[in-house]
Every structure is written in C-alpha cells, then in structure tokens.
C-alpha cells in the first residue's frame, strides 16, 4: 500500500472555477501535512502546511485536513492559468521520513 | 522559508564516471537532509535520509554503494553518484526541514548519463 495517494488527473478547470485537489494517507499517526506545487522540470514549492483537523485558508488556497478519515485536501478558488502545475501531497511520518503522493495534474483552461 | 543551494542544477555526463551534486542550507542549520529522485511524469521517490555526522540511511533498493551520501557539516550535503549509467539519467532534488517543519527544495539537478 502506497503512504499517499493522489488522483493523477489531468484535473481541468476553466479560469475562475474552484480546483479541488484530494489525497489520502496510510499512517494514522501522520502530524503534519503539505502541498507543493510543481512546475514541469522544476523542484517543488511549499504552498501551504497544515497540522490540526479542520480548514486553513491562505489567499485562494484552503486546505483541509480530516485525520479520522485520513485525508487532506486543496481548494483553489479563482483559478488561474498560471495555476496550472502537478500538485504534490506531502506527509511527515513520526519515523522521519517524508513522502510524497504522486501528484496531480491541474490543467486551468483560459 | 529557508533556503537550499543545490549545485550543478544540470549536468551531463558519459557513461561509467560520477558526477558529484551538492546541497547547501544558507540560512539555517540542517541537521538532516533528504535526497530524492525524480523520473520524467513521475513523484519524487526518496533515496535516502542523510544526518550530520553519520551514516545515511538508504531506501529499500537503493544502491548505498551507488549513491555515495555525506553530510560532513549541518550546511552541506554531497550525493555523489558512482559509475553512472543511462539509467541514472533523473532529476535529483535535495530536501531539508526547518525549525517550523516545514520542508523546503533545492532546485534540482538534471543529471543526463550518456
């Protein structure tokens, strides 16, 4: 069983839409939660962490964490072109390592 | 966020050298350093854990004695890739946590092995 898992999309959304990203982990003891943001050949960017159940909102992004049923979410409201990149899951495991689902692909469509 | 130097961000190289990749925290200390792997369409594989002054810790199916991993100081980490083949050809990728927890990227190294 894979730690994260993520659909790989393509997930396409016209501009202005609301792009919902979704993601589930295997390790109920799992604290810390991330999604990054990657452009084709470049390394990957932090957009937002989040740690407690419940919602954290950070401009267009809100992230949303549901411990009891494993499962971490990104909203993107507004959605631009420029929005357009894979999106990576992250997930920090007690035993010091850090996995990565395999992404999803946003396509935003002008 | 912090900040990770990696070097070279590309690279190529024939067939049986080694390329040697270095990563650098500039403004904090890493006392551990995470290298993964990229291939082309897929995620970010880990290698391997690297901790200050001592060994490495590897992922299953990594070759230890492939990926050489030193992490000598809490600002550098070297991989050094040995008797590189065309299938090493990746995108390689430092990573380190800060004292917030959360991690942060160098910019990647293309490694091509021709």
């Known amino acids: 069983q894979k730690e994260v898992e993520q659909n790989s999309g393509p997930l396409s959304v016209p501009e202005g839409a609301i792009a919902s990203l979704n993601c589930t982990y295997s390790?109920?003891?799992?604290?810390?939660f991330f999604w990054y943001r990657q452009y084709s050949g470049k390394s990957p960017e932090l957009i937002m962490s989040?740690?407690?159940?419940g919602d954290k909102e950070d401009g267009r992004f809100t992230a949303q964490l549901n411990k009891a049923s494993q499962y971490v979410s990104l909203l993107i409201r507004d959605s631009q072109p420029s929005d357009s990149a894979t999106y990576l899951c992250?997930?920090?495991?007690?035993?010091?390592?850090?996995?990565f689902g395999s992404g999803t692909k946003l396509n935003v469509k002008p | 966020g912090a900040l990770l130097s990696q070097h070279p961000s590309w690279v190529i190289c024939k067939s049986g050298t080694s390329v040697k990749i270095e990563c650098r925290s500039l403004?904090?200390?890493?006392?551990?350093m995470f290298w993964y792997r990229q291939f082309p369409k897929q995620s970010l594989m880990l290698m391997a854990t690297?901790?200050?002054?001592?060994?490495?810790?590897?992922e299953q199916g990594v070759e230890k004695d492939k990926f050489l991993i030193n992490h000598a100081s809490l600002t550098l980490s070297t991989l050094t890739v040995t008797s590189a083949h065309p299938e090493d050809s990746s995108f390689y990728i430092c990573?380190?946590?800060?004292?917030?927890?959360?991690?942060?990227f160098g910019q990647g190294t293309r490694l091509t092995v021709v």
């Open positions: 992250a997930v920090w495991y007690n035993f010091n390592k850090f996995y």
């Open positions: 390790d109920r003891g799992s604290q810390s």
């Open positions: 690297s901790n200050e002054g001592s060994k490495a810790t590897y």
């Open positions: 990573s380190a946590r800060d004292k917030g927890g959360e991690a942060f």
């Open positions: 403004d904090f200390q890493a006392t551990t």
């Open positions: 989040i740690y407690s159940n």
